[in-house]
C-alpha cells in the first residue's frame, strides 16, 4: 500500500506484482488436487454422488426435525393447556367459595385471611400437582409494563419452586394477560432465583388468565410448563438422524466407488492398451472375463486392435513392396537409360546435318533424358527416404557459402527470367551443423521455384542466426500460394496450377525431398503464401546437431506482407503519425526490405514461443536499425 491505495503495476493493473504473487502462491499447492480432479473421473463421480447424497440427508434431516419437533410441541401445547384449564377451573372456585366461619378447611375459608396469605396458599396447592412437570406464578393486576431498575416488576409477584416470576413471565404475554380476556400462552424460559441450588434458566412453555381473589380484586395466574424432556428428545432425535445420515453417506460413497470402479477400470484398461497401440505395440489385448456388457466392450475392442494390426501390416507389407518396386525400377532403368543417353547424345550432336524437324525433335529427346535422369535419381533418393537408409553427413558449415553456390547456379536461369536475387543478413557468419550437400540441394530448390514462380520481380534470401537455431528464408513476389496450399505444397507430385509449364523440366519431388533434408537434420522447413504477394519458404535448422529447436530467428509471414502492412498502417493511423517507410517512386519494382549494411551487430535472440509456422515475429527491427539499413541501401544498391 502507498497512501491507502494499492500498488499498481508498469500497465496499470491494481496491485499487479503483489497479486499475481499471492495468486501464484495459491494456486501452487492447488494444481495437484486440481489435475487430479480433472484427470480422475472415479474421484468426480464418487465426490458428486457424496454432495447429492449429503444434501438430500441434510434436506431430509431438516423435514423429519421440523416434523418432531411441531409433533412434541403440539402434544406439550394440548396436554399444557388442558392441565392450566384446570388450574385457572379450580383457582377461581376457591376465590369464590362462601365463607364459613369454621370447620377442617378453615385455612382455605375467607373468615380471619388477608387476600396476600390466600394466593400464597393457592399458589403453593396448585403447584403441588404438578411433581415437577409445571410450575405456578401469580403476578398482581397491572399494565404489565417494566417498573425502573431495581424495583419489582410487578406487585404481589409470588411464584413456586424458586421461580423468578417476573423475569419467567415474558412482558408481552403480561399485556395480552392485563388488557384481554381468556388464556394466552407463548415459549419463553424459566429463569430461577439466585440460591444455593441455583439451577440454569430452561426453555418452557408459559399459559396465563386474568382470575380473581377473595376479595373480587383481579389477578394474574400463570402456568409454566418446562420442555426439557421435549428438548432432550429432540436432540435425541437430531443425534440418531445425523448417525444415521453420516452412515446413509458414507455407504452410498462406498457404493458409488464399487460401481464405477466396476466400470472405470475397464475404461482405463482400454486406454492404457489404445495409447499402446499408438505407440505400435499392436499385439496388446484387453483382458475379457464375464459376458456382461464390459466384456462385450472388450472383446469388440479385441477385434478392432486385430483387424487395426492386420490392415496395419497389409499396408506395411503393400508400402514395401512399393519401395522396393520403386527402388528396383530406379535401378534397373539406370542401364537402359545409358544406352538411350549415348544414342541420344550421338543423334543430338549430328543435329546440324539433319532438317529442322529432326533437329529439334533432337533437342528435345535430349531434353526429356535429361528430366528422366533428374526423376530417376529423385526417386532413388525418396526410396532412401522411405526405407530409412538416409545417412547424415554432418559437419560445421557456413550457409552463407552454400547460399552463394546456389545463387550462382541459378544465375542464368535468373537472368533468364529477368530476375535479381539479393541477399539479407550475410555481413556475419552463419555457422551450423549440417550436411552442406543436402542443404544446398534444399536451397537451389527453393531458388530455383522462386525464380520460377517470381514472374520477373526480385528475389530476397535472408539468412539470420540466434540463439540455438539458424534460418535462411527465400522470398519471392509472385503469384503466391492460395489458402491451405502451404501445407500441400510439399507433397510428392503436387502442382499449384497444373495447367503451368516446368521451364525448368521439374520432377515434382524436389519440395518433398527437401523437406524430408529438413527433417534428417532435425529442423523445419515451412511455407507462407498470399495469393498475388508472394511466397516465403524458410528453412530453420539448429545450430548445433541434436539440438531441440525452440523458435527461428526469422518469421515466417515476412515484414511486408499485406497482413503486416495493414497492422503497421492501422497503428501509424491510430499513433497520428505517418508510416517510417514509404515506397519512393521509381525505386524497386517490389517492396523488398533493404539489406543490411551495418557490420559488426550482433544478432537478436530468437523468441522461444515462436512456434513453426505460427507466423510469430521473432527479429524485431528498431528505428535506428531500419534508417542505417534504408541509408545503406540508397547508396550501395542490392546484390
Not at 457424496?50 to 412434541?72: D, E, N, Y
Not at 408459559?206 to 383481579?218: A, F, H, Y
Not at 448417525?243 to 492404457?272: D, E, K, N, S, Y
Request: net charge neutral.
Amino acid at each position: 500500500m502507498r497512501g491507502g491505495r494499492p500498488l499498481r503495476a508498469a500497465d496499470g493493473a491494481p496491485g499487479g506484482p503483489v497479486l499475481r504473487l499471492f495468486i501464484r502462491l495459491l494456486r501452487r499447492p492447488l494444481l495437484p488436487a486440481v489435475r487430479l480432479w480433472r484427470r480422475n473421473i472415479q474421484l468426480r463421480v464418487v465426490a458428486a454422488t457424496l454432495l447429492m447424497s449429503l444434501a438430500v440427508v441434510l434436506a431430509l434431516g431438516f423435514v423429519v426435525v421440523a416434523q418432531v419437533s411441531k409433533g412434541l410441541l403440539d402434544a406439550k401445547e394440548q396436554a399444557a393447556q388442558s392441565q392450566a384449564a384446570g388450574g385457572f377451573a379450580v383457582a377461581q372456585e376457591k376465590a369464590n367459595t362462601p365463607s364459613a366461619a369454621d370447620g377442617p378447611d378453615a385455612t382455605d375459608n375467607k373468615v380471619g385471611r388477608d387476600a396476600s396469605t390466600w394466593m400464597n396458599s393457592l399458589v403453593k396447592q396448585l403447584a403441588s400437582g404438578g411433581q415437577t412437570a409445571f410450575e405456578v406464578a401469580a403476578l398482581g393486576a397491572g399494565t404489565g409494563e417494566q417498573g425502573p431498575p431495581g424495583a419489582q416488576g410487578v406487585k404481589g409477584a409470588r411464584a413456586s419452586g424458586n421461580v423468578d416470576p417476573t423475569a419467567s413471565v415474558p412482558l408481552g404475554l403480561r399485556k395480552a394477560v392485563n388488557h384481554a380476556t381468556g388464556t394466552f400462552k407463548t415459549f419463553s424460559e424459566i429463569k430461577y432465583t439466585s440460591g444455593a441450588d441455583e439451577k440454569a434458566p430452561e426453555p418452557a412453555l408459559v399459559v396465563g388468565k386474568r382470575l380473581t381473589d377473595i376479595n373480587g380484586d383481579p389477578y394474574d395466574l400463570y402456568y409454566l410448563f418446562p420442555l426439557t424432556q421435549e428438548e432432550e428428545s429432540l436432540n435425541l432425535v437430531k443425534v440418531t438422524f445425523a448417525t444415521a445420515g453420516v452412515f446413509v453417506v458414507v455407504l452410498l460413497g462406498a457404493i458409488a466407488w464399487l460401481v464405477v470402479r466396476q466400470v472405470v477400470t475397464p475404461v482405463r484398461m482400454a486406454a492404457g492398451i489404445a495409447e499402446r497401440l499408438s505407440a505400435g505395440r499392436l499385439q496388446e489385448r484387453m483382458k475379457v472375463t464375464g459376458e456382461d456388457d464390459i466384456a462385450r466392450l472388450g472383446e469388440a475392442f479385441n477385434k478392432m486392435a486385430q483387424n487395426l494390426q492386420l490392415k496395419i501390416q497389409q499396408l506395411e507389407d503393400l508400402s514395401r513392396l512399393q519401395r522396393r518396386f520403386v527402388s528396383d525400377v530406379s535401378h534397373e532403368l539406370r542401364t537402359p537409360l545409358t544406352t538411350v543417353r549415348m544414342a541420344a547424345d550421338v543423334i543430338h550432336d549430328a543435329r546440324v546435318d539433319f532438317d529442322p524437324v529432326t533437329a529439334r525433335s533432337a533437342e528435345l529427346l535430349a531434353g526429356q533424358l535429361d528430366r528422366f535422369e533428374s526423376l530417376l535419381a529423385d526417386l532413388l533418393e525418396i526410396s532412401r527416404f522411405d526405407a530409412g537408409a538416409a545417412a547424415l553427413e554432418a559437419e560445421p558449415v557456413d550457409l552463407r557459402d552454400v547460399v552463394r553456390r546456389v545463387i550462382d547456379g541459378a544465375e542464368p536461369l535468373a537472368e533468364h527470367k529477368g530476375t535479381r536475387i539479393r541477399v539479407l543478413g550475410d555481413t556475419q557468419p552463419v555457422i551450423a551443423e549440417a550436411d552442406a550437400r543436402r542443404v544446398e540441394r534444399v536451397l537451389r530448390n527453393l531458388v530455383v521455384n522462386a525464380v520460377e514462380h517470381g514472374e520477373g520481380r526480385d528475389v530476397v534470401v535472408r539468412l539470420a542466426s540466434a540463439g540455438g537455431a539458424v534460418a535462411v528464408a527465400v522470398r519471392d513476389y509472385g503469384v503466391g500460394l492460395k489458402p491451405g496450399e502451404a501445407t500441400r505444397v510439399f507433397n510428392r507430385f503436387w502442382r499449384a496450377d497444373p495447367a503451368r509449364a516446368r521451364t525448368t523440366g521439374g520432377t515434382g519431388l524436389g519440395l518433398s525431398i527437401a523437406v524430408e533434408d529438413a527433417r534428417l537434420h532435425g529442423g523445419w522447413l515451412q511455407a507462407w503464401g498470399e495469393p498475388g504477394g508472394g511466397s516465403q519458404f524458410r528453412l530453420t535448422l539448429p545450430r548445433t546437431a541434436d539440438e531441440p529447436l525452440r523458435g527461428s530467428p526469422i518469421p515466417l509471414e515476412p515484414e511486408d506482407s499485406r497482413g503486416n502492412r495493414a497492422r503497421a498502417a492501422a497503428e501509424a493511423a491510430g499513433a497520428g503519425t505517418a508510416p517510417a517507410h514509404r515506397p519512393r517512386e521509381g525505386a524497386d519494382r517490389s517492396p523488398i526490405p533493404p539489406r543490411s549494411a551495418v557490420a559488426g551487430a550482433l544478432p537478436v535472440p530468437a523468441d522461444p514461443t515462436a512456434l513453426p509456422g505460427n507466423g510469430s515475429r521473432v527479429v524485431a527491427r528498431g528505428a535506428d536499425q531500419a534508417a542505417q539499413e534504408q541509408s545503406a541501401e540508397d547508396g550501395t544498391g542490392g546484390r
